[in-house]
């Protein structure tokens, strides 16, 4: 069905023409005649399958911009998920004169929010908490409120609160619309609707395709230590512009970001213990590219929306079916090919197999690559960019020093191409005095191809990883990616180098300071 085959006003078709829609989604074909009739209706949906504008544009058709009082609510469970709530019913007004939508949240200035509910504002759109802090305060007015709507309910009990929800709808006239939207049926869901609405209208969306046809999904069957490496190598072999990391728990979170940041990669974490002011920050830096990596939980990537994500690691398997699809959901976007890795540790893979029955889709194993997949991967992309430059760029200046070098030293043309390849991918010795030095570390623990450093510095000097990261790689120029593990102890710290590198890295590493403290740094364990 077609926007323009019911009866909405003509800016509200103007707007959603110029989005780019025309068809609409199930869940708008159904519940948007039904709601613009004046019923209350349940509707169950998953993420991702247009709800914001089927209670969105009945909502704005039914607010009166002659009216500046609060008319209609909105509540979702989080900061984001309002501002991205916020931010689609702005654009469906668009054309619309004289309405005003105020997102409300907890971490905004709260007296700017009670300025702009002063000012006449129709539409609110806030989380539970704070709408309930301005009803405590007597900033909001809710008897001339016509419309209430519950986005994500189901995840607003999972979080704590039915308690606020059910206090908000018991404040607001009994004579109003009610919408409730939920990707689950749970029996308290059921228990509210019963208790606040008059006889809704039930409207199910079943799940013909749960996720997105372009995806790639893919799973690695990886040691429980080996996943660090296992998520670093596929991020070299595939090199996505964006990407999302999915784990379980706030702490592995965190954890994971470390370990990520220590290795030179540009990471940032989303969770639920972030104050405000960081989760705008984190999300601001992974909009605009600042932030490669964003590596988060379940609940706190609810409401990202960002359409570059290129690929979506599952680091732990989702612990519930849906989450697998609600975290691939997040790529894919404006018909972009896209991929899905799931690192799968032991038993995990029978948990894998019934999420692969739920979404009734095909998740294939894959061996992890090998380092020289990624070298070779690696040389491709240099190759690619080769051939970019032979086609449009003039090479007659570099072609003439060629020539002279290759006639002066009887080196072939190829052999010169082929040392180029070695030094753009980082492989290039600088001296015969750093090859022997080379030669000379031995074992000192580290993983093949690595050499462990002792700095004899550590926590109690408040020293943290990225301060290591940062000193060696600003000090040799050394991608900070290829820089390995960092274990850090109370005076001392080890940090693992490329072998080609560790030479130079002692060796710029003499008369450095780290955090006003003189850095003393050897290979561990130097077998004499």
């Known amino acids: ?35 613009l009739e004046g019923r209350d209706i ?5 993420t991702g399958t247009g709800k914001t504008a089927a209670f969105g544009l009945p909502i704005l058709q039914s607010i009166d911009p002659k009216k500046k009082c609060l008319q209609a609510i909105i509540l979702c469970q989080t900061r984001e998920l309002a501002i991205q709530v916020s931010d689609e019913m702005h654009k469906f007004a668009k054309f619309l004169h004289g ?60 979080m704590g609160f039915r308690e606020d929800i059910e206090t908000i709808l018991k404040d607001v006239p009994e004579e109003r619309q009610t919408l409730l939207f939920s990707a689950t049926m749970p029996q308290p869901i059921r228990e509210i609707a019963r208790t606040y609405q008059k006889d809704a209208v039930e409207i199910k969306v079943v799940k013909k395709e749960l996720t997105v046809p372009k995806i790639e999904q893919y799973y690695y069957e990886v040691r429980p230590k080996a996943k660090l490496d296992a998520l670093t190598r596929l991020l070299d072999m595939y ?32 969770h639920g213990d972030l104050k405000q002011q960081q989760r705008d920050r984190v999300m601001n830096s992974f ?33 519930d079916d849906e989450y697998y699809v609600h975290r691939i959901g997040r790529t894919g976007r404006a018909g972009r090919e896209c991929r899905a890795f799931t ?73 010169v191409a082929a040392a180029f390849l070695k030094l753009a991918m980082g492989e290039g010795a600088d001296s015969e005095e750093l090859k022997k030095q080379y030669d000379e570390f031995g074992d000192t623990g580290a993983e093949e191809g690595m050499v462990r450093l002792f700095i004899n510095l550590g926590k109690k000097q408040r020293v943290r990883p990225g301060d290591i990261l940062g000193a060696i790689a600003g000090e040799t120029g050394m991608p900070g990616k290829l820089i390995g593990s960092i274990d850090l102890y109370d005076k001392y710290t080890f940090v693992e180098v490329p072998r080609e590198y560790a030479a130079e890295v002692l060796e710029s590493m003499k008369n450095v300071k780290i955090k006003g403290k003189s850095v003393s740094i050897e290979p561990a364990n130097r077998k004499g």
């Open 287 to 319: 909009r605009n590219g600042a932030t490669e990596i964003l590596v988060a939980t379940d609940v706190a990537a609810r409401g990202i929306d960002v359409d570059d994500v290129e690929a979506v690691f599952n680091y732990d398997v989702p612990q």
């Open 99 to 158: 309405i005003k939508v105020l997102p409300i949240y907890g971490g905004q200035e709260i007296v700017r929010q009670i300025k702009a509910l002063k000012a006449g504002t129709q539409v609110v759109i806030g989380t539970p908490g704070r709408v309930m802090d301005h009803m405590r305060r007597k900033t909001v007015k809710f008897d001339q409120v016509k419309l209430v709507a519950l986005d994500e309910a189901d995840e607003m009990l999972n």
């Open 343 to 415: 690192l799968v540790v032991g038993k995990e893979i029978y948990k894998l197999r019934d999420i692969m029955r739920y979404c009734k889709t095909k998740i294939k194993l894959q061996p992890l690559p090998s380092l020289n997949d990624v070298t070779a991967v690696k040389a491709e992309k240099i190759l690619d960019k080769v051939h970019d430059i032979i086609e449009n760029e003039n090479l007659a200046k570099m072609m003439e020093l060629i020539e002279n070098r290759v006639n002066e030293q009887e080196y072939t043309s190829i052999e």
């Open 42 to 46: 349940v509707g169950q949906a998953q």
């Open 1 to 35: 069905m077609r926007f323009d085959e019911i009866e909405l006003q003509a800016p509200i078709l103007r707007a959603v023409k110029e989005m780019g829609f025309e068809e609409m989604t199930p869940i708008q074909a159904q519940a948007i005649p039904v709601v």
């Open 239 to 270: 090199s996505p512009k964006l990407s999302l990391v999915f784990c379980n728990t706030k702490r592995q979170v965190d954890e994971l970001v470390s370990s990520l940041q220590a290795r030179g990669y540009f990471a940032e974490g989303l």
